[in-house]
């Protein structure tokens, strides 16, 4: 399974970005797919996951600020980030988690910055 990030970027606080994932199999047959950060200097950290029965897990640090979601026919899972602060700032990292085995993409930088 491969899965590539897309959405990052810079913004300012406050403000809100979209991060898609795609993977190239099935997402609806992989028992989990999440987002995962790491800044500068900390451990990679979960952020939010979404599960083929459609439950969610969020850390608490990111609750009511962002959404996990997914598009079973486009294969891709959406991470919404609103109310963006500085320490948001990491790189992101989607993972699909087929039980097995844990793939992961090359990530996508999102930098919060006025």
């Known amino acids: 399974v491969q899965v590539v990030e897309s959405g990052g970027g810079l913004v300012q606080p406050g403000g809100s970005l979209r991060l898609s994932c795609t993977a190239s199999?099935?997402?609806?047959?992989?028992?989990?797919m999440g987002w995962y950060r790491q800044a500068p200097g900390k451990q990679r950290e979960s952020v939010a996951v979404?599960?083929?029965?459609?439950?969610?897990n969020y850390a608490d640090s990111v609750k009511g600020r962002f959404t996990i979601s997914r598009d079973n026919a486009k294969n891709t899972v959406y991470l919404q980030m609103n109310s963006l602060k500085p320490e948001d700032t990491a790189v992101y990292y989607c993972?699909?988690?087929?039980?097995?085995?844990?793939?992961w993409g090359q990530g996508t930088q999102v930098t919060v910055s006025s």
């Open positions: 993972n699909a988690d087929t039980l097995r085995l844990d793939y």
């Open positions: 199999a099935s997402i609806s047959s992989i028992y989990a």
């Open positions: 979404i599960t083929s029965g459609g439950s969610t």
